[in-house]
């Protein structure tokens, strides 16, 4: 079992940037696959992007392609959400998710983990 908090989140203006994180308890976290997910208010909760266990494979939504970066550091037992060029409509709270996996998951419903969220607003 992981436990996952996330942290970093905050108000930015247009244009500008932010870096979230979710620190993962548990020894195993290098076993878990791991993904980033948003829901802004009243919408459902969507796909941000995915991180393989090993790094070595991500994946992104279209509408955060070119502007957001997930990366992970095994060894902290943290992953990271790098987000530039940010768009009011990026506004939303972001949870982090994990699932002990050797494949990489973009969907909500294949994750068995999720943090309590950081909330992002990004002001126009």
């Known amino acids: 079992q992981v436990q996952l908090v996330e942290s970093g989140g905050g108000l930015v203006q247009a244009g500008g940037s932010l870096r979230v994180s979710c620190a993962a308890s548990?020894?195993?976290?290098?076993?878990?696959?791991m993904g980033w997910f948003r829901q802004g208010p009243g919408l459902e909760r969507e796909f941000v992007a995915a991180?393989?266990?090993?790094?070595?494979?991500?994946y992104y939504a279209d509408s955060v392609k070119g502007r957001f970066t997930i990366s992970r550091d095994n060894a902290k037992n943290t992953m990271y959400l790098q987000m530039n060029s940010l768009k009011p409509e990026d506004t939303a709270v972001y949870y982090c998710?994990?699932?002990?996996?050797?494949?990489?998951?973009?969907?909500?419903?294949?994750?068995?983990?999720w943090g309590q969220g950081t909330q992002v607003t990004v002001s126009s």
């Open positions: 998710a994990a699932k002990q996996t050797l494949a990489i998951l973009t969907t909500k419903y294949d994750y068995d983990y």
């Open positions: 548990g020894r195993t976290f290098s076993s878990y696959a």
């Open positions: 991180i393989s266990w090993s790094g070595g494979s991500t």
